[in-house]
Structures are given as structure tokens and as C-alpha cells.
């Protein structure tokens, strides 16, 4: 099945030498910051998880938002989705693919990620969150993989895979949650101290996930004649709608515990974020922004008449995609280690190597995610069933 991925025309070439370019300059920064160290980054002794753990922290949520298209269609048998269960497992496998090489170039010598499995310590909660991710993804590659090769060849998938996929479902839950558990789990850190924060990931995860996919199936269509579907487009938004008012929700809920009870070690997180503490407020801005996008998208998306309205959809899906992104992806990590719990307020700005390693780590899943994306198409052209063209 693979001899599919090297069928393709020239926009399609043009888009994995885009990525090789992106990837190979991603690698050449690595190679700066393996031989320098993370002295090149601007981590520092106060804030010591930056840009890097706050993108696989967004990304886990991207991974596990694929049980909201596996989850109707195998439990509730909701037909509507069979055409693009595949493609949230096969975005779930590119996710987690960034979330290790982010956690990769975040170890200072990354030969000891091994250790977590070398020297398993089960009462330690990130042996937990590697157990559950790699388990996520490996669930999802096996059953996406057979899943797709019996639809090549017409016949029903394996009989061991059915279990696989029910138990991949509770497994999308856990592998956010626990990464959830990492960051609340730390009392000295008062922005992250709080028992919604699991909730909280799951409902932005919920909500980014189904938007990125309504993106990804826009993209199909312009470029390979895929059609999803209007049924299965707007059973993606109703659930990103959802998804992202319990954000929202869970957010206020914060924001007036935070405010109500006046605890300083509690709200100089949220003051600092959004107003600035102290003359420093470098995220300032983008959480301003992160705010009004999701809001503006949550407007659109719970009206009926723009949520069926494909132009304002897909718009309201990419500023929901973005403004999650900035609020997990920026302003999670950085706003629980500033102020420092000795009240010290120091900026953390990432540097240009490491929006360049970034680059390198989205390219490399991006590429993953086409060749899979590539497969899925070329498998419906062959066997008929979607007006589907190669790309």
C-alpha cells in the first residue's frame, strides 16, 4: 500500500520538497543546540519548560480528539463519519509522532529518553504519559493501517481489530488527562493547581481537534475531489462548538475563582497573562488575541446559519484551531513558571533556534500526515466508492 505515496502530481511533489526544506532546516538548528546545549534556547534556570513542552502539551490534545469521530462511529454506529474515522486516526499518528520529538529536543541528552522504559518508575507520572502515548499510537497505526487495507481490498478488517479500536477510545481520554496530571500535580505552581485542568485540556482538545479536521477535509476536497460530506462536516462543528463553550466555561470558572478569592500566588498567573505584571507582559497581546478568536469563533459556531455557512465555518474554524493554540501552545506552560514562586517576574521569549527546530518538528509531522492522508485517498480512488482524483 505504501507504492501509493509516490503517486502524485506536481503540486504534490512541490509540497514534500516545501516540508524536506522545512524539516532539513529544523535538523540543522538540532544540530546547533546538540552540540551547544539548551543554552541556545531561552530556557533558563526559572523557567525551565518552555515552547517546546507547551507545543506537545496542544498536540496531545490534537492526538486525542480523533475519538470524537472513532467514538460516534464504532459505539453509536453513526454512518455519517465512516468516511473520515480515518482520517482522525491517521492525524492522531502524526500528532503523537511531534509530541516525541518534541519531547526529544527538549532533553538535554536526548540518548536518556530511553530511561524512562530502561528504569520504569511507575509512581512517576511522566513514565505514565510516555506508556499512554506510545500505546495511543500504536493503537491508532494498527488499526488505521488494517482498517484501510481491508477497505482496499473489500473485505472485513480483522476480527482482533475491533477490540483494538474500542480500547483505543478510553485511551484518547487518558493520554490527555495525564498529561493534565503532569502540570497540576505541582503545588508550587499556582496556575496550574487547580482540579479542572484535565476537564479543561479535554474540552479544548475536543474542540481544536474536530475544527482542524473540518480544515483538513476543506483541504481534500480542493485538492484530490475527497468529499466528507455535509452531515459529517456538521456533526465535526457541532462538536467543536461544544468542545469549545466547556472551554470557555471552564475558563470563567477560573478566571472568577482566581479574582474572587484574591490569593496573590494565584492571580498574578492570570495578571500577568492578560495585563501584564510588573512592566513585563511580552503574551499579553497573544492571549488577548487567543481570547477574542475563540470567542468570535464560539459566535459563529453556535448560530445555525453561519455554522452551515461553509466560508464562515472554515473561518471560524481556523481562528478556534489558532486561538487554542495560542492559549495551550503559548501562554499554558510559560504562564504556570511566571511569576516564580518567589515572586519574581522574568520573560521567557523563545529564540530563533528553537522556532526553527519547531518548524522542523510541524514539517516532519505534516509530511506524515500527507503521505498517510495520501494512502487514504489513493485506497478510495481505487476501490470506487468517492469521486476521488490522485493528487
Avoid at 525551565?48 to 507547551?54: I, K, N, V
Avoid at 520529538?101 to 527538549?106: A, E, T
Avoid at 469563533?297 to 448560530?303: G, P
Avoid at 528553537?354 to 503521505?371: D, F, K, M, Q, R
Amino acid at each position: 500500500m505504501l507504492e501509493l505515496a509516490f503517486k502524485g502530481n506536481r503540486h504534490y511533489w512541490i509540497w514534500l520538497s516545501f516540508l524536506g526544506i522545512g524539516i532539513i532546516t529544523g535538523t540543522a538548528a538540532y544540530l546547533v543546540q546538540f552540540n551547544v546545549g539548551l543554552a541556545v534556547t531561552g530556557l533558563s534556570r526559572d523557567v525551565s519548560w518552555g515552547f517546546y513542552l507547551a507545543q506537545l502539551t496542544f498536540l496531545v490534545g490534537v492526538a486525542a480528539s480523533a475519538v470524537m469521530v472513532v467514538l460516534p462511529y464504532y459505539l453509536h454506529n453513526f454512518r455519517v463519519f465512516g468516511r473520515i474515522t480515518i482520517l482522525g486516526e491517521f492525524t492522531a499518528i502524526a500528532a503523537v509522532c511531534m509530541c516525541g520529538l518534541f519531547l526529544f529536543v527538549d532533553i538535554g541528552q536526548p540518548m536518556r529518553a530511553m530511561n524512562v522504559f530502561l528504569y520504569p518508575s511507575p509512581k512517576s507520572i511522566v513514565f505514565w504519559d510516555a506508556t499512554v502515548l506510545n500505546g495511543y499510537l500504536f493503537l491508532n497505526l494498527i488499526v488505521g493501517w488494517n482498517v484501510l487495507e481491508a477497505e482496499r481490498n473489500g473485505v472485513q478488517p480483522p476480527f482482533w481489530v475491533k477490540p483494538l479500536i474500542y480500547l483505543s477510545i478510553p485511551w484518547a481520554f487518558a493520554i490527555h488527562t495525564v498529561t493534565a496530571f503532569i502540570y497540576c500535580g505541582l503545588g508550587g505552581r499556582g496556575f496550574w493547581l487547580t482540579a479542572i485542568m484535565a476537564p479543561r485540556f479535554l474540552a479544548s482538545a475536543f474542540s481544536s481537534g474536530p475544527a482542524f479536521l473540518i480544515i483538513i477535509c476543506r483541504i481534500l476536497r480542493k485538492v484530490s475531489g475527497f468529499n466528507a460530506g455535509t452531515k459529517a462536516i456538521q456533526g465535526l462543528a457541532k462538536i467543536a462548538t461544544y468542545g469549545l463553550m466547556a472551554n470557555l466555561f471552564f475558563l470563567s470558572c477560573e478566571i472568577f475563582v482566581v479574582y474572587n478569592s484574591g490569593l496573590p500566588e494565584h492571580k498574578a498567573h492570570f495578571q500577568y497573562l492578560y495585563f501584564g505584571l510588573d512592566g513585563h507582559g511580552v503574551l499579553v497581546p497573544w492571549m488577548r488575541t487567543a481570547l477574542i478568536l475563540m470567542v468570535s469563533a464560539a459566535i459563529l459556531l453556535i448560530i445555525p446559519a453561519t455554522r452551515r455557512h461553509e466560508p464562515v465555518l472554515i473561518t471560524a474554524c481556523v481562528a478556534l484551531f489558532t486561538g487554542t493554540w495560542i492559549d495551550k501552545g503559548m501562554g499554558l506552560v510559560t504562564g504556570g513558571f511566571i511569576p516564580t514562586p518567589l515572586h519574581q517576574v522574568l520573560d521567557y521569549v523563545p529564540t530563533v533556534l528553537e522556532l526553527l527546530i519547531s518548524v522542523g518538528i510541524y514539517a516532519t509531522g505534516a509530511l506524515i500526515l500527507t503521505i498517510l492522508l495520501k494512502l487514504a485517498m489513493g485506497v478510495k480512488k481505487e476501490t470506487g466508492r468517492t469521486k476521488v482524483r490522485f493528487i
